[in-house]
């Protein structure tokens, strides 16, 4: 996989964070095709239908209708999906949400920063990671600034 | 010698009747003569006039003679042996010749004297087998009498055929002396007086004073011509005491109200009962009547026997009115099962709660609710009547046949509320029940027609006039409250109160559970305020920040320093609101607690977050010191919680020139500490070097939004503590503080103690 077609997925529902979302990664460098959807539905269709392989998920958890772990855990009933990298972006700091997220296959969790300075950071260091590598645990599970 | 006669002549009338002498009138009935002797001597000192007629001896030739002089030897030696061996008690008279004919004489004491008097004729030996019959008749109307009233009117049917007087009244009094004719044997031509009322008036307190000292009283002709008695005149106002005497004169009052009456003879015989006057058996003959000394005594017995019974009977008729009472009381609850204020409705007009206790109108009071059956006044005046009772007595119970003593208004309102009974069930709540009764006037019944009343003349007494009187006498008065019924009315009473805080629980029962669905709804709607509090208020705080930022960063060359200035106050603004929410979303959620308590090593809890804190320990050069803490039962991440909060507040109030030293130690385990569940605790003390706080905030300190502090030296929600108080909740344990300004503070954490 090279990084020439790394495509990138984000589902959230709000508009203002698919801004940032966006702006944030246009800001990077490197060639990131990027996959904006507003709901779990249409990320998971997307998903298993799209000819274009998914390099990384970005996944809200507080979306109407399915959450993002109920997302997350329906991505992992796929085989082609099961090693997708998942990052969690929400706005949650809970210590239980972000249990729940690692135990669901979660492979990063990134609480929405509440600086721009540091969302870009965070949006960067996650697309920084060697994802075939990355093994989550406790200390690495979630981005600190 | 000068002899007198020592006859009272004082006019007596009706107002005066009450002082009258009547036990010192100086003179006798014609039916027998008297004789009066010295203890001391046996000479004779008073005489009555008739002597003559019975003895052929003058006054003058016995008075100051010896009765041995007078009587003979041997009847001298009979009443001597008669007074030493009766003890000078009269019931069995002495039998004696004078002159050749038999005399029945009675000797009683008076004073320094022996009164003797004789009666002419002697009974025959059949009169003891009739005694011996009257006896064994005794027990066939004990069992024939299945009440008093049935047994008063065996005894009064029985001594008129003992007797043969034409009219036989059982009379009976109330506490006040009011008389009743309670039962009545009469010839079938005259006018009944069962029924009638008399007041107590009409036997003046001395008359019953005599009739409680002289059980029996004889009138053969009420146009007698009153005997004189005489006596040597040898001191000024001698007089001779015939309280106990058998011939005593009547009074002229009485003999007037027996001409009004139409009665030409009378017996009375005493009814005692516990030493007091009970009642009478009063005899009437509308002619002449003498009745032997042998045919009194069985009359006499009959009026015993009676006495003897009254207490059984009166026990017996309360037990059966209790029965009654009982078995109209479980009627009417079992009628009665639903719980509501109508149920109350329902009992207060069954007539069984009524003649329970033989009232004419009752009222179940609650709150301010009257629930009420039978007569009764309005229930404006019932509750004016509670206020009155219940100012005059601080009793719960409160009854009165004469509720105008109490209640000056109920003059007008006897109709209803003559007498009433209270029973005060709780006063904080209002709760009770009374009863009332109408005035007696409106119950009693003239017996017979009233328009045939006998009177005599204007001024003169009469049945019909006593009744007048009595009702003066009795108005504004209700009926006696018996003990039974007040008996009857306190089961009531305890069982309506039963009743009633039944009620009341039930009515407090769905109160709660309105209360509770109250509760649960506004749960829910808590529930919705976390969710609001994440995502409606969270998210665009979260975005004025982030928005704010990228102004900041990317845009901050173009703009002046004035607009960076206001967007950085917005940010610190929003910021803390930030904060303040996610704190109260913490709070709450620890308010809706139910986790499961696991063992937790507080050790490794406390080095996670001193780890955590790492970057503000280093910053502020803190100390953390401390060694092995126990582990409790609890929930991880709540403990976490509490030790970032507390070592963050250490952090946050430390001395500006001192580096914070922070000490995190098991202390002790603490037996029964107050304000907990006893048991065993743990004590863990956090202990700081900071600014401290003033004791007098110790507690204070906990509450939601309790800041000691200037929001500009300090910043936080003033959550922290409140949150670790709530912590320590949900572990069943507790945290107390202690401060001193300018040296510390120290947080006590109590664990209860695994075992």
Known sequence: MGQNDLTIFYADDDPDDQLLFREAVAGLEGPFKIQVKNSADELLTELTNSLVAPSLVFLDLNMPGKSGFEVLEEIRQYDQLKNLPVIILSTSDDKRDIDEAKNRGANFFITKPLSYRTYKKAIAYSLSINWEKFKANRENFVYTD | ?755
């Not at chain 2, 009359?299 to 026990?315: E, K, M, Y």
């Not at chain 2, 008065?477 to 008996?487: M, V």
């Not at chain 2, 790492?614 to 039962?633: C, F, M, Q, S």
């Open chain 2, 1 to 755: 010698m000068k002899i007198k006669d020592i006859v009272n002549r004082d006019i007596v009338n009706l107002t005066n009747c009450e002082h009258e002498p009547i036990h010192i009138p100086g003179s006798i009935q014609p039916h027998g003569f008297l004789i009066a002797i010295k203890k001391k001597d046996y000479t004779i000192d008073f005489c009555s006039a008739n002597s003559l007629a019975y003895i052929n001896l003058r006054p003058e030739q016995l008075l100051s003679k010896n009765t041995e002089t007078v009587l003979g030897h041997s009847q001298h030696q009979k009443m001597l042996h008669y007074i030493a061996s009766q003890s000078a008690s009269f019931s069995s008279p002495l039998e004696m010749e004078l002159n050749g004919s038999s005399y029945n004489v009675s000797i009683h004491a008076s004073g320094d004297r022996y009164i003797l008097e004789f009666e002419p004729g002697v009974s025959s030996s059949s009169d003891l087998s009739a005694f011996y019959n009257q006896t064994r008749q005794f027990v066939t109307y004990m069992e024939r009498s299945t009440s008093l009233q049935k047994l008063c009117q065996t005894v009064a049917d029985e001594t008129r055929s003992i007797t043969g007087y034409d009219r036989v009244m059982i009379y009976r009094f109330d506490k006040d002396y009011n008389g009743e004719v309670f039962a009545e044997s009469k010839r079938d031509d005259i006018e009944s007086f069962l029924g009638v009322h008399y007041p107590h008036t009409d036997i003046p307190a001395q008359a019953r004073a005599l009739y409680k000292q002289n059980l029996l009283r004889l009138i053969v002709d009420v146009n007698y011509q009153p005997v004189p008695i005489f006596t040597i005149d040898d001191e000024p106002s001698k007089n001779l005491d015939l309280g106990n005497a058998l011939l005593r004169s009547v009074s002229p009052i009485h003999v007037q109200y027996l001409h009004n009456i139409g009665v030409g003879a009378t017996l009375t015989i005493s009814l005692m009962h516990q030493d007091e006057l009970w009642g009478l058996i009063a005899c009437h003959h509308y002619s002449v009547k003498y009745i032997n000394s042998f045919t009194r005594i069985s009359a006499q017995l009959q009026g015993h026997f009676l006495t003897s019974q009254i207490n059984v009977r009166q026990v017996e008729e309360q037990h059966t009115l209790a029965k009654q009472v009982n078995s109209a009381l479980e009627k009417m609850l079992a009628q009665t099962n639903s719980l509501d204020r109508q149920s109350f409705k329902m009992i207060a007009v069954q007539k069984e709660l009524l003649a329970l206790c033989n009232a004419n109108g009752v009222a179940i009071f609650i709150d301010n609710d009257i629930y009420s059956g039978g007569n009764v006044p309005s229930q404006e005046t019932i509750r004016s009547i509670i206020t009155a009772l219940k100012l005059h007595s601080d009793k719960d119970v409160i009854f009165s046949s004469k509720l105008v003593d109490i209640y000056p208004e109920a003059a007008s309102i006897s109709d209803t509320s003559a007498g009433i009974l209270l029973h005060l069930l709780d006063d904080v709540l209002n709760m009770g029940v009374i009863w009332f009764r109408h005035e007696t006037l409106e119950e009693v019944k003239w017996a017979g027609d009233p328009s045939k009343a006998i009177i005599k003349d204007e001024k003169g007494l009469s049945p019909r006039k006593s009744f007048e009187l009595w009702k003066e006498v009795k108005k504004f008065q209700s009926s006696e409250w018996r003990e039974a019924e007040l008996y009857a009315a306190a089961t009531f009473a305890q069982s309506l109160e039963k009743q009633m805080h039944l009620l009341f629980l039930s009515e407090e029962e769905q109160k709660y559970r309105v209360l509770s669905e109250k509760l649960k709804e506004t749960n829910a709607e808590l529930e919705n305020v976390n969710w609001i509090s994440t995502h409606d208020l969270k998210e665009p705080l979260r975005k004025i920040q982030v928005f704010a930022s990228r102004i900041l960063d990317r845009n901050s060359d173009e703009l002046s320093s004035a607009v960076i200035d206001s967007i950085q106050r917005m940010n610190n603004s929003a910021s803390r609101m930030q904060t303040l929410i996610s704190d109260i979303l913490t709070y709450s959620k620890m308010q809706r607690f139910n986790e499961t308590l696991t063992e937790v090593n507080l050790t490794l809890v406390v080095n996670e977050v001193v780890n955590e804190l790492n970057e503000d320990i280093v910053e502020r050069h803190a100390t953390i010191t401390g060694g092995k803490l126990p582990a409790v039962d609890g929930v991880s991440f709540m403990l976490h919680q509490l030790f970032i909060n507390l070592i963050r507040n250490s952090l946050k109030f430390a001395r500006p020139d001192i580096a914070p030293v922070i000490d995190i130690s098991f202390k002790e385990t603490v037996v029964n500490p107050e304000r907990l569940v006893p048991g065993s605790y743990y004590a863990i003390v956090v202990k700081d070097n900071g600014i401290g706080f003033s004791d007098q905030h110790k507690d204070a300190i906990f509450n939601v939004f309790t800041r000691l502090h200037a929001k500009a030296d300090f910043t936080g929600s003033g959550i922290g503590l409140a949150l670790c108080k709530k912590i320590m909740q949900n572990h069943k344990g507790l945290i107390t503080a202690h401060g001193k300004i300018n040296e510390g503070a120290e947080f006590t954490l109590y664990f209860p103690a695994k075992v």
